[in-house]
């Protein structure tokens, strides 16, 4: 049997019909993807952006308690330093010992650490070269080893003393630690320690003297 022109074009208009019906579902799956990936990524950034910030804080208020306890611990220490004369003579000792300098900068005092640091590294590497070398049956060597693992050691104590006696350095306080110390020894009151806010600036509702005021013609 044949078909005619109208149900050839029937068919077609079922297939198209068909076939945009198809398109839509496409689209809307390809759309309702499109928001579940965008929503998915918005839900696990502000997640991750709060477990971060979270944890960012929670560091910052163990720093901040490390620092409170380390500043408590600094100001009794050097608050047994002025009044015990071993501590001072023990303290003037090491300073020579390791050759302290409080009268540096910080940016200094910590180049110079770092500098020391770095050509104990150096070092280091050298005299592993040279004890490669070494006979360890002979007792002179053993001694030569001793010798060097003995500087190593004597430097690196050295730095954690320099860095410890600039740490604890009565004359480097900061003016609010000095603050503590003034109320601790009872040289000003607590309430010193509080910090005021600024005066009032004056206002511009201030009257003018009337020798100021030009003349009236």
């Keep these: 049997m044949a078909l005619d022109e109208r149900d050839i074009a029937l068919i077609r208009q079922v297939v198209s019909e068909q076939v945009a019906v198809g398109q839509a579902q496409d689209r809307k799956r390809r759309r309702f993807w499109l928001w579940f990936w965008v929503c998915f990524f918005i839900i696990t950034t502000a997640l991750s952006m709060w477990a971060t910030w979270g944890f960012v804080k929670k560091f910052q208020d163990q720093i901040a308690t490390q620092e409170a306890a380390f500043q408590h611990i600094k100001l009794e220490y050097q608050a047994e330093l002025a009044r015990n004369k071993a501590w001072q003579t023990e303290r003037l000792a090491a300073e020579k010992a390791v050759n ?107 009257p003018v003297s009337a020798d100021l005021l030009p003349p009236v013609p």
Excluded: C
Excluded at 106 to 128: C, F, G, P, T, V
Excluded at 130 to 155: F, H, Q, R, T, Y
């Design 100 to 206: 302290y300098q409080s009268n540096v900068s910080q940016a200094s005092h910590e180049a110079n650490e770092m500098q020391r640091a770095i050509s104990m590294l150096a070092k280091s590497n050298q005299l592993q070269q040279k004890w490669a070398d070494l006979d360890m049956d002979n007792p002179d060597n053993l001694e030569v080893l001793a010798n060097d693992m003995s500087g190593i050691l004597n430097e690196g104590l050295g730095s954690l003393a320099r860095i410890m006696l600039r740490n604890t350095d009565p004359t480097l306080n900061t003016a609010q630690e000095r603050m503590l110390q003034d109320v601790a020894a009872g040289k000003a009151p607590v309430e010193e320690a509080i910090i005021t806010a600024p005066a009032a600036a004056p206002t511009l509702a201030t």
